[in-house]
């Protein structure tokens, strides 16, 4: 069911059984007498002229509040025949109520959103997203219920448990601004209704990334360079014991790569493949994310990537405040580059370019057969994060729960691996961005290296010819764009691909470009910081 129909189920049923209240015995005159009082004296003191009520219930106890105010109040709530009862009795000047999904709708602007017996009826998933919600709105303070002392299990959306806001995963402070008990349990549990200002949840938020967890995808063929990938990223990382690698290494045994000597091996997770049994980039990417293990966050590089210092910490940060304004950010970029000097894989050079590096489309005739199109590199001179409409594969940084979402199709080859991505992402309701000062590097050359393409010996023995994965790869591309493939590798139902083709001017059905997919004109001068306008 949705979260509307749960909750609307709830409501007709009167499932918590009270009989004052639909909103359950916790929203009686008797349970709030306390708040009641309290209230209008935390409306004062904190200069509140406008509440976000939400989500609001059935205004059972606040309406005998609002009397005693000067403030503007506006209630929510999911449950659509709710909302129209309280507007047709209690809407005036200074009240009135709104259907909302507070996991999705933007909030209004407020002095103050009260969300008292809400959290603990939803999933952590679903608290998160509501949490989001609220840190995107720039509402200063959150009014919150909370069970100082209990333990936060996980529950599926509709049920109940208490949950204690200062502890895991949310972490609120212990220094609340202003609190009201309204129960205290047998058991020690205290349950009140606790107010806490937007930089203190903002910071909540970001304290449980002090041990944060990344899965870090590498791919390989045949590649010298991989073991100095690998010793490059940890070394590099400032939360060292926070990295997990998933390796798909397409190389004889002990070609390039063994984790012998290395005191982090516990963290490797590794796949070898004999080269000739090699089914291209994006079946190896498919069964490195197999390897995902519940981590917070999954970036995913190529064999051949050299990293800055602390470069974990760089991306997480990135990415948090990306999510300030978007429930599913996903960082991508061209990375800066390094060569192997003379192709010695034991002298590298590094060098960075200035700006922001941004990826557009070729000229009109770039599209290939099979609704492929070439891309290219285009570089502004921002030092901000810009909306983005193309992907670079061999660096992404997204949340690890991608891996389940959106996972990697490994009937794909090579050809269409980012067009195809990027368009799922997309539909799946992820917004694409590309941030300065990626504290990646990549080797763009290939004259170190055996690529699959070039491997003459190995081609000769390989069951299935590379060049015939290929083509049935751009066929696939075509039975994604076009919806004929379904199911978990097939297009997402948050967007349409019209939606996408109106907002890049990549229109994959007619084979066209507009300016817009050659310059980026309209996107990336698109405020990052706001949703997307869609048709």
């Not at 047998?186 to 002090?210: M, P």
């Not at 195809?420 to 990646?440: C, D, E, K, M, Q």
């Amino acid at each position: 069911m949705s979260l509307e129909s749960t909750f609307t189920y709830i409501y007709e049923k009167n499932h918590w059984g009270s009989k004052e209240s639909v909103s359950g015995p916790g929203s009686t005159l008797a349970f709030t007498e306390n708040l009641r009082k309290q209230l209008p004296e935390i409306f004062k003191y904190y200069s509140i002229k406008k509440v976000f009520d939400a989500p609001c219930g059935d205004f059972n106890w606040m309406q005998h509040v609002l009397p005693h105010t000067n403030v503007e109040y506006l209630g929510a709530d999911i449950v659509r025949p709710l909302v129209d009862r309280l507007n047709a009795e209690h809407q005036s000047e200074t009240v009135t109520f709104v259907h909302m999904d507070l996991t999705k709708d933007p909030y209004p602007k407020a002095d103050l959103m009260i969300c008292r017996d809400c959290l603990h009826h939803l999933s952590h998933k679903d608290v998160k997203a509501l949490l989001n919600n609220f840190l995107k709105s720039k509402i200063p303070y959150l009014l919150t219920t909370t069970f100082t002392g209990t333990v936060n299990n996980d529950i599926k959306t509709g049920d109940y448990r208490p949950l204690d806001m200062c502890k895991p995963p949310y972490n609120f402070p212990p220094e609340i601004l202003a609190n009201v008990v309204e129960e205290r349990f047998s058991n020690g549990v205290v349950r009140e209704v606790s107010l806490w200002n937007r930089d203190q949840i903002l910071k909540a938020l970001r304290h449980k990334e002090i041990s944060p967890k990344i899965f870090l995808s590498i791919i390989s063929y045949r590649d010298p360079l991989l073991m100095s990938t690998v010793m490059s990223a940890y070394n590099n990382a400032r939360h060292k014991q926070g990295l997990a690698f998933g390796i798909v290494d397409q190389a004889y045994p002990g070609e390039f790569f063994s984790t012998n000597g290395l005191n982090y091996e516990p963290q490797i997770r590794y796949l070898r493949v004999d080269p000739e049994y090699a089914r291209g980039a994006c079946w190896a990417r498919n069964s490195a994310q197999s390897m995902w293990n519940g981590e917070n966050y999954f970036m995913q590089v190529d064999s051949h990537t050299l990293f800055d210092a602390d470069w974990d910490e760089i991306l997480i940060n990135s990415f948090l405040d990306l999510k300030e304004y978007h429930e599913k950010p996903v960082i991508t970029a061209y990375p800066h580059s390094f060569v192997a000097v003379d192709d010695n894989v034991n002298n590298l050079k590094k060098s960075k370019y200035n700006g922001l590096l941004t990826l557009v489309a070729d000229g009109p005739g770039s599209f290939q057969k099979d609704m492929y199109v070439s891309t290219h590199a285009r570089v502004l001179g921002k030092n901000e994060p810009s909306h983005a409409f193309l992907l670079s594969a061999n660096c992404l940084f997204a949340e690890g729960t991608v891996c389940e979402e959106v996972p990697y199709d490994p009937y794909l080859y090579f050809s269409g691996e980012e067009h195809s991505l990027a368009l799922r992402l997309w539909t799946h309701g992820y917004n694409l961005f590309h941030t300065p000062a990626i504290p990646v590097y990549h080797h763009y050359g290939r004259s170190y290296r055996t690529t699959v393409w070039s491997d003459a010996f190995i081609e000769n023995n390989r069951p299935q010819k590379w060049y015939n994965y290929d083509k049935n790869s751009k066929s696939r591309l075509s039975q994604i764009v076009t919806g004929e493939l379904t199911g978990a590798y097939g297009l997402g139902n948050e967007r349409t691909l019209e939606q996408y083709i109106e907002w890049t001017g990549i229109d994959y059905l007619n084979k066209t470009l507009t300016t817009k997919a050659l310059t980026g004109d309209g996107i990336f001068d698109h405020d990052y910081r706001e949703p997307l306008t869609l048709p």
